[in-house]
């Protein structure tokens, strides 16, 4: 079983619709993220959730709502999309936040493309 | 703020040369990590160095951090064709928070 699964893979879709992607994790963590990818391959923290409540929340628009129905679901949604907002996203988790030296599992990425 | 400088950005190897990617710190760092992106995966965890002067191995792949530990570098003897893929190092700064380098995209040329 896949320990940290996003879904969609790939998200094809036209400005100004909104959208959301899945985040589930199987490993029992207390800490989720969702990172950002820009086409320089430079990862971004956007968010990081710890037991369902939000504890990391850099500047992103608003536009971008995580939603956590529990600490295994981590989801993310996007309203009115924008070009700049074409970049693929990382789900994470680890086992706790705040202590040095926690190993993070990522998903396979979620490649969004908005046209 | 702490930033994490890699290079080089790019690097285009023989098969079987060996290879070594480098990871800067404007401050000291407290801990830090190797991953490695394959096109289309997720983030697979290489590594990760907490104490000056360490050093971990991992099949061929060697980590070390200088004993500033303001520096790490990542080495790779022998390079095989599964090596390629992003190599990014990554680190906690003072807020326990993970920053990141921008990664070095590794091509091994059969």
């Known amino acids: 079983d896949t320990a940290v699964s996003q879904t969609p893979k790939y998200l094809v879709t036209q400005m100004g619709n909104d959208k959301s992607i899945k985040c589930e994790q199987n490993?029992?963590?207390?800490?989720m993220y969702w990172y950002k990818q820009d086409s320089k391959k430079f990862l971004k923290i956007m968010f990081s959730?710890?037991?369902?409540?939000?504890?990391i929340n850099e500047t992103v628009p608003n536009r971008f709502s995580p939603k956590s129905p529990d600490k295994a679901h981590l989801n993310l949604h996007i309203n009115s999309l924008e070009l700049g907002d074409s970049a693929v996203y990382f789900c994470?988790?680890?086992?706790?936040?705040?202590?040095?030296?926690?190993?993070?599992?990522f998903g396979s990425g979620t490649q969004l493309s908005v046209l | 703020s702490q930033e994490l400088e890699q290079s080089p950005q790019s690097l285009i190897v023989q098969e079987g040369k060996n290879l070594t990617i480098n990871c800067t710190s404007s401050k000291t760092l407290y801990g830090l990590y190797w991953y490695k992106q394959k096109y289309g995966e997720g983030l697979i965890f290489l590594m990760m160095?907490?104490?000056g002067g360490e050093e971990k191995s991992h099949e061929k792949i060697t980590a070390k951090l200088d004993e500033k530990k303001q520096q790490s570098s990542l080495h790779i003897t022998a390079s095989q064709p599964s090596h390629a893929g992003i190599y990014l190092c990554?680190?906690?700064?003072?807020?326990?928070?993970?920053?990141w380098g921008a990664g070095t995209k590794l091509i091994i040329k059969p």
């Open positions: 490993l029992g963590h207390d800490t």
């Open positions: 990554g680190a906690d700064d003072s807020n326990y928070q993970l920053i």
């Open positions: 994470a988790s680890s086992q706790r936040t705040g202590v040095t030296n926690e190993k993070l599992f």
């Open positions: 959730y710890n037991n369902k409540e939000l504890i």
């Open positions: 160095l907490q104490k």
